[in-house]
């Protein structure tokens, strides 16, 4: 009887749960529905009163879905309207009750609710512009859809366990899921069929003349081009993604090209993107003068991005619920197992609910990926625009403050750390009900031990917490230490012709190494820590197990198998938000890092705006007005650059000023371009202006482009400026013409045809002002018309006509003296002293000849080939078996592999051995007696969970070492072949190419690629190890496996060759970004001064785009493959499924079956092709360095056999035997059997017009180019034979462009370090900087700031002149070495050489007749062979000779 009242009492207690539990159901559906008909109720009201007008006035747009749409809901109303009717019928039959009560609620609700949606989208989509589902109904979709699902789950199990449920409940479920799926469909992914006129609606971006022109656009979104299927793709074809077929399939029939990839969608293109993005910024900062800071910028992008993160949210927790139930459902499955005559159907039940499960946690986690990169890669679009923008706008002082290093920084590391962040930002929010989740299964399957659970839960975080601290403390050092790297490679990269001709680029191949190493010390303490972390990492499940099963002992805790089973599954999905959490706040760190230096560039001071008062055409004569104005480039600085300027210009005037080096002549013109900062007074223009700066800036592209510079081709006005500038024999030479493609910063042009190129992009713009700094390197000083202003010490001393300044004798007789005496020199050998008005002439036209007089070398070598600028190489197929072979055998001959594998191997078996101890010795129920005692088998559990974390933290370490080692050796080898490569590698390679490699792709050396292979040893062996399990129970499993597997390789095979070059492709495509940004701060003058910053934007916002396609194709290629992969894993694990219920009762123990279903909850081979298709797209970089690690190296440096002694040379004599060269064995000779004799100290002039090899001489001297034949003799040593750094370090030059290095005046003037004080103060003296250098507050150690922006150009000509004077080499070459001065320093520069340099032998190129007067000797060269060889005395009283002829052209000239 007793028992009778018990079972009464509990089954009453069944019944009221029940009842409960769907009151509660009902209720909260109700609650819902209520709530959302409230909401859109007020939101649709709302919005009519608001937008009546504009909704009548636009075209009407129709979701793609439209009528999907409405036929679910009003089909969800209706069917709701009939279950509330039923409802009501069985009411009135069976009586009231609790439940029919609020079912009639939920039901009515329900009705109701779904006709109002119908209603309203009805409205929406007949009436109105819009046409997409308003973010309120589109969440509801999906809530519902999971709300609905959440009843049938729980439906599920409560007919599980009482097996009787009424049908109305069954019904409603079938109806609100179907219902759901159905509305889903079309909220989420429907798209708008567009009216023609509905592109009027889209933001315009406008385009600007130079798209016609120039602009070679990687990935515009222009009209023409095929856009991604992504954005027409129907439900079915988004949610496998099927879209992505048409590029698989050509990617698997021929080697995919950027041409051969789409477009991104408009709403995905840099413009839209980016518009949001800065509208949102803007917005934020408006008013008050208020910059962007970190806040700011982080409220921006989430602002701009807030519906993907809605969406990424959903689909977060959705794949979180659906990881946890199969834990939760393993006891229950095991129960089923292990109980005899249980019903199939109920078998089947589980295996579906297991199966669906699986699916929706996998296709969930597919579609979050996807997204969450989308996402990233619309933060990459947004902060490479923004930091563009900005770049372009920075005053020349904050420029100064960031050199150009650290700004590529921004654009190729914190860009791509911040976008990454995109992964974790999920985090923050999901890991705390990730572990709620599981401690809640650990209580309900293990009760108090569930409190062990967390406590070493706790403990593992909190022992994660230092390690993230470290590893975070390591990543900013390596960070910072990196940028002193990166910004003295690419210093040397940029000036590596003049590090050759010195014979520095060991010293400075020395100074990277140094900082590498620096920077290897902070990369071995980080790559430590992450060893550390990954043991704890994955040590995690197997010390919580541990300590829960060992707490279930101490407190008598009985330990079922399906218990033991569901804490395991549930341990291993517990590791994830252990090693998250920490890893998600260090990740957090280091992304407020990366914003933190985005934020502080982007509040850099602009160029203030209002700095020149622009006025109108209205015909007043004033081109120019400065009115008392002081000028300062240091704003906060006593002393003004320039004071007191008053001075006004008329149109039509040609206006020369004057004044020594470092006077304030080009900082005039700055102040006039807006450049300086103003500190009073003002400055009005009248009229448009163009203007040529005195350092050459020429953009990488078509040399028609440089001209043309964003305005429309007019043919007639453009062949005129080629002939007026001289250009068109220039691009006779060139195989292309003006089609050429010019290299960067003009590598493959002479310092003169970069001039002239900058002078014919000034008169094609046909401006109203020219602002001309220095460009034909003298003063325009034609007597005629033209006014003077003198400058000293930033101060206008003289103004006037020339002939009212001449007369005067002061200031400006300083400065033409030295000119007048040179040209009086050469009229006295010739013709007599003629009257001054006849010397000092215009040497305008004369520049524009001696200009065409290049450095020959760089226009023949363009002759006969391609473009010396080609695209960068991009490998075809796969990667090469031998590169990974290079990369696994570089450290220690590759012995550590297999103690890698074995070490792994162990790992796993112990951990398959302990989970088989553990379900083995453990009873199926309470009711059946333990099989071991509880210390025992605690103790080998313990032991072996021992063993393999410490096969785990082994195999962490030697991963570490070995990836360490390599990562350097890879290192030193890139660089040393690098630094040896010949100069023609530099001229036809832009460094920014160089510069990915020796930062991005290092970076995936130094620290991903490592972890990717210790990743993918452990998918291999865990998916090993599940198939071993899995098949250990049945089999015929294999039966399964087999196709399953060869299946996935297949679409891994098809996948890969698309995904691969994709790969490539946004790896090859983001160079151009950062050269692109880099160049254009550089040009960020003359761009401002034309007017052409929107041109620029443009550009550069289709080189994002060019970038953003791959990168979004190649995500959409990797989630193609793995959904794929994740629906045969499904398919396959329910078939083991199956195969246990099929498996003969008694066989095999129900713990050893529940285990193939534990282990079969993260089954997927998805995980392995992974991490393998990981990996090699990140052995790309292996690719990409070996490249440039096999580079054809000049000749040794050092031939011990044949070193020279320490004083040579002694003399200086050159002999000049038969020397033939050419720039490639396909081209022809440009020196054809040079033969002559350069006595010791003696003064060489060599001249010659363009192409006669003058400069082509110089290289061969410095042996920049091998003769193919002849010899160089330098006091009877061939320097062919002896070393490259002891024939270059005993000689000296002064090259045409003065180079300077960031650091400071003693490492520009001695950087070699062999020179004491007293030596470096003689030779500053001796080139009268001494006085200027002592009145800095550092003296020797003055700064210099990148490219030696801080001095003037005159004074970084006169540093290297006195780099020269402390050489004292016995033969000294002169380039052009004048060219960037005054005439007075000129002067002085000739008058030092000849004081200190008597006793050696010059060479001095001539690119100025009047340089080479009082030379001994004059070499003249005609297309390689000598023409004439003498004095200029005796060549000049042959009248029919070539110099003679030379020099009578130049005098005319002057007399014109």
């Not at 706790?458 to 022992?463: G, Q, T």
């Not at 590596?496 to 071995?524: A, D, P, V, Y």
Request: aromatic share 10%; charged share 20%; hydrophobic share 45%.
């Amino acid at each position: 009887m007793d028992a009778f009242e018990e079972l009464k009492k509990t089954n009453n207690w069944i019944i009221f749960s029940q009842s409960s539990t769907n009151i509660f159901l009902h209720g909260f559906s109700a609650s819902s529905h209520l709530i959302l008909l409230l909401v859109l109720s007020i939101f649709w009201a709302c919005k009519r009163r608001v937008m009546p007008a504009l909704e009548s006035s636009t075209p009407i747009l129709k979701n793609t879905h439209y009528s999907s749409a409405l036929i679910s809901c009003i089909g969800l109303s209706i069917c709701d309207l009939l279950l509330s009717l039923l409802n009501y019928l069985s009411w009135c039959k069976h009586g009231w009750s609790n439940l029919r009560f609020v079912a009639q609620l939920d039901f009515t609700f329900r009705t109701i609710t779904w006709f109002v949606i119908f209603a309203y989208l009805n409205t929406q989509f007949s009436h109105s512009r819009e046409y997409r589902f308003p973010i309120l109904l589109r969440i509801w979709c999906i809530f519902y859809f999971l709300m609905s699902c959440s009843c049938l789950v729980v439906h599920v199990g409560l007919y599980w366990k009482h097996s009787s449920l009424s049908f109305l409940l069954w019904v409603s479920d079938a109806i609100s899921i179907i219902g759901s799926l159905l509305f889903c469909y079309a909220g989420l992914f429907g798209k708008g069929r567009e009216d023609e006129d509905f592109h009027l609606l889209e933001p315009l971006l406008k385009i600007s003349p130079g798209r016609i022109n120039g602009d070679n656009g990687h990935g515009s979104n222009v009209s023409g081009e095929s856009l991604t299927p992504y954005a027409t793709a129907n439900f079915l074809s988004s949610f496998t993604f099927a879209w992505m077929g048409p590029l698989l399939a050509l990617g698997y029939n021929k080697t995919l090209d950027l041409e051969d990839v789409p477009q991104v969608a408009n709403c995905d293109c840099a413009n839209v993107v980016f518009a949001r993005f800065s509208s949102k910024l803007e917005s934020d900062c408006s008013g008050n003068n208020v910059q962007a800071s970190t806040f700011r910028l982080v409220k921006a992008l989430i602002f701009s991005t807030w519906k993907e993160i809605l969406w990424t949210a959903l689909l977060s927790t959705v794949c979180t619920l659906a990881s946890y139930v199969g834990p939760y459902f393993i006891p229950t499955f095991i129960k089923y197992l292990s109980s005899p005559h249980q019903p199939k159907y109920k078998g089947y039940a589980l295996v579906f609910i297991f199966f669906l499960s699986k699916l929706i946690r996998c296709l969930s986690e597919r579609h979050l990926f996807f997204q969450l990169r989308k996402m990233a890669i619309r933060v990459r679009v947004s902060l490479f625009s923004i930091i563009y923008k900005k770049g372009l706008k920075l005053s020349s002082q904050s420029k100064q403050g960031h050199a150009s290093g650290e700004n590529a920084n921004l654009m190729s590391v914190d860009v791509e750390r911040t976008s990454i962040f995109s992964w974790y930002l999920h985090d923050i929010w999901i890991v705390p009900i990730q572990i709620v989740l599981a401690l809640l299964i650990l209580y309900m399957r293990l009760g108090l031990a569930s409190l062990a659970a967390f406590v070493a839960t706790l403990i593992l975080m909190l022992a994660n917490l230092p390690l993230g601290k470290l590893q975070e403390k390591f990543q900013g050092e390596l960070m910072h230490s990196k940028d002193r790297r990166m910004k003295v490679t690419s210093e040397a990269l940029r000036n590596m012709r003049i590090l050759k001709l010195q014979g520095w680029e060991m010293k400075f191949l020395t100074k990277i190494i140094e900082l590498r190493n620096f920077e290897t010390s902070w990369l071995k303490k980080l790559l430590y820590t992450s060893a550390i972390n990954a043991f704890v990492y994955s040590s995690t499940p197997m010390f919580v197990s541990m300590i829960t099963f060992g707490f279930c002992m101490l407190m008598r805790i009985p330990l079922e198998s399906g218990n033991i089973l569901s804490a395991l599954a549930t341990f291993d999905i517990l590791q994830m938000p252990i090693y998250n959490l920490p890893d998600t706040i260090s990740m957090i760190v280091q992304t407020k890092v990366s914003l933190d230096r985005i934020a502080l560039f982007l509040c850099l001071d602009d160029l203030h705006p209002n700095i020149v008062q622009k006025l109108p055409r209205d015909g007043s004569d004033i081109a120019v007005k400065i009115i008392k104005g002081n000028f300062s480039w240091d704003f906060h600085s006593p002393n003004y650059t320039l004071k007191d300027v008053n001075f006004e210009v008329y149109h039509g005037m040609r206006v020369a000023i004057c004044g020594s080096v470092g006077s304030g002549k080009s900082s005039l013109l700055s102040c006039i371009l807006g450049e300086i900062p103003k500190i009073s007074g003002s400055i009005k223009l009248n009229g448009k202006m163009a203007y040529v700066a005195q350092s050459p800036w020429i953009q990488s592209g078509k040399i028609v482009d440089n001209i043309l510079f964003g305005k429309q081709m007019n043919k007639e006005r453009y062949e005129m400026i080629l002939e007026a500038c001289s250009l068109k024999k220039d691009l006779e030479l060139y195989a292309f013409g003006d089609q050429t493609i010019i290299g960067e910063r003009g590598i493959n042009l002479s310092g003169g045809q970069k001039q002239r190129i900058q002078i014919a992009r000034a008169l094609y713009h046909d401006a109203d002002i020219y602002l001309l700094d220095d460009p034909f390197s003298a003063v325009d000083a034609h007597t005629g018309t033209h006014l003077y202003k003198v400058m000293r010490d930033g101060r206008i001393t003289q103004i006037g006509k020339y002939k009212e300044i001449i007369g005067l004798r002061t200031d400006f007789m300083e400065l033409v003296g030295a000119h007048k005496k040179a040209l009086t020199d050469l009229n006295s050998l010739e013709y007599g002293v003629e009257e001054d008005e006849n010397i000092l002439c215009s040497e305008k036209s004369n520049q524009n000849d001696e200009k065409r007089e290049p450095q020959n070398y760089k226009s023949e070598n363009m002759v006969g080939e391609g473009q010396l600028v080609q695209e960068e190489k991009r490998e075809k197929d796969g990667v090469s078996l031998s590169i990974y072979w290079k990369y696994v055998t570089a450290a220690y001959k590759g012995v550590f592999v297999p103690c890698i594998l074995l070490t792994q191997l162990f790992v796993k078996l112990l951990q398959i051995g302990s989970s088989y101890w553990i379900v083995l010795v453990t009873p199926v129920s309470h009711d059946v007696q333990p099989y071991v005692k509880g210390s025992t088998l605690i103790f080998v559990y313990v032991v072996l969970i021992i063993g393999s974390s410490l096969c785990v933290l082994i195999r962490s370490m030697l991963i570490v070492i070995a990836g360490y080692k390599t990562a350097t050796l890879f290192f030193n080898k890139m660089h040393l072949c690098i630094f040896r490569a010949p100069q023609s590698f530099f001229d036809a390679t832009p460094s920014g190419r160089i510069l990915n490699r020796v930062s991005i792709d290092q970076s995936a050396i130094d620290t991903i690629i490592p972890h990717q292979i210790q990743e993918l040893i452990i998918s291999i062996i865990a998916f090993l190890g599940t198939i071993a399990v899995m098949s250990h129970v049945a089999w015929k499993m294999l039966i399964v496996f087999i196709p399953m597997i060869l299946t996935c390789i297949w679409y891994q095979h098809y996948y890969i060759s698309a995904a691969r070059e994709l790969s490539r492709m946004f790896g090859v495509c983001q160079a151009p970004i950062i050269q692109h940004f880099t160049e254009s701060c550089s040009g960020s003058t003359t761009i401002r001064c034309f007017d052409q910053e929107e041109r620029f934007m443009d550009t550069n916002l289709k080189l994002v785009d060019g970038y953003s396609r791959p990168k979004f194709h190649f995500s959409g290629a990797m989630e193609w493959l793995c959904i794929r992969m994740d629906m045969l894993a499904s398919i396959t694990y329910a078939i083991s499924l199956i195969f246990l219920i099929l498996v003969s009762e008694g066989v095999l123990s129900p713990g050893v079956l529940g285990l193939t279903i534990t282990y079969g909850l993260g089954f997927s081979m998805h995980g392995v092709l992974w991490d393998l298709n990981q990996l090699e797209t990140k052995f790309i970089s292996v690719e990409r360095i070996l490249q440039y690690a096999y580079i054809p190296s000049e000749s040794p440096l050092l031939v011990e056999e044949n070193k020279p002694s320490p004083e040579w040379p002694l003399q200086g004599k050159i002999d000049i035997v038969n020397l033939q060269v050419r720039y490639a064995p396909h081209l022809p000779l440009v020196l054809r059997g040079l033969t002559c004799t350069f006595p010791e100290k003696m003064k060489i002039g060599i001249v010659g017009r363009t192409g006669s090899g003058k400069s082509t001489f110089v290289q061969a001297l410095f042996r920049v180019l091998e003769p193919i034949a002849g010899q160089i003799w330098i006091d009877d040593i061939n320097i062919s034979k002896i070393g490259l750094h002891d024939l270059r370090s005993r000689l000296s030059i002064i090259p045409q462009d003065p180079t300077l290095f960031e650091g400071t005046l003693r490492s520009n003037i001695d950087p070699l370090e062999e020179y004491t004080n007293e030596q470096i103060w003689e030779a500053l003296d001796s080139v009268q900087l001494g006085d200027e250098v002592r009145k800095k507050e550092g003296k020797l150690d003055s700064a210099v700031t990148e490219n030696g922006e801080n001095w003037s150009m005159g004074q970084r000509q006169l540093i290297c002149l006195g780099r020269v004077l402390l050489k004292r080499s016995k033969v000294l070459v002169l380039d052009e070495a004048t060219a960037s001065v005054d005439t007075a320093t000129d002067y002085l520069i000739q008058q030092t050489l000849k004081e200190h340099f008597s006793n050696c032998t010059v060479i001095t190129i001539a690119h100025r007749i009047t340089s080479i007067l009082d030379v001994d000797k004059v070499l003249l060269l005609d297309n390689g062979l000598v023409l004439e060889y003498d004095s200029p005395a005796k060549l000049l009283e042959i009248k029919s000779s070539s110099f003679a002829k030379l020099v009578e052209e130049y005098t005319q000239r002057c007399k014109m």
